[in-house]
């Protein structure tokens, strides 16, 4: 059986069931924990803070090492948006040609190219003859830390 990682390779539907945790009302310091770490405040549903758009946000698996400049790696899992009309500088899942793609959009004075974010790729010109579909934005990064 397909664990829910291995699926990824093909956009997901988010799942309406709600995702609640504890949540502090305190911030965290990056130095020595708060004494007070074992009270929380209140439960927060993490739909409701990473989901604009549940029927229109998907998952997307990243394979490639073009946005680790973004802070995108390898294996992390994007929240997309495809209700967000996608602006100069976002991040967006593009369709190119058939192909599935995370770029920095570029869009000025009638000039569109998708931009990686690792300096060894160069700046992707979008041409007339091309396809180029701007699938939706990227709203979250699900980076795994260990």
Known sequence: ??????????????????????????????GFPSPAADYTQQRIDLNNHLIRNKDATYLFRVKGDSMIDAGIYENDILLVDRSINPKHNHIILAQLNNEFTVKKLYRKGGVIKLIAENSIYPPQLIKKEDDLIAWGVVTYNLHKLC
Do not use: E
Not at 9 to 15: D, E, L
Not at 19 to 25: E, F, H, I, Q, R
């Open 1 to 30: 059986m397909p664990n829910f990682l291995s699926m990824l390779n093909k956009p997901i539907k988010i799942n309406s069931k709600p995702l609640v945790l504890d949540a502090c009302s305190w911030t965290v310091a990056a």
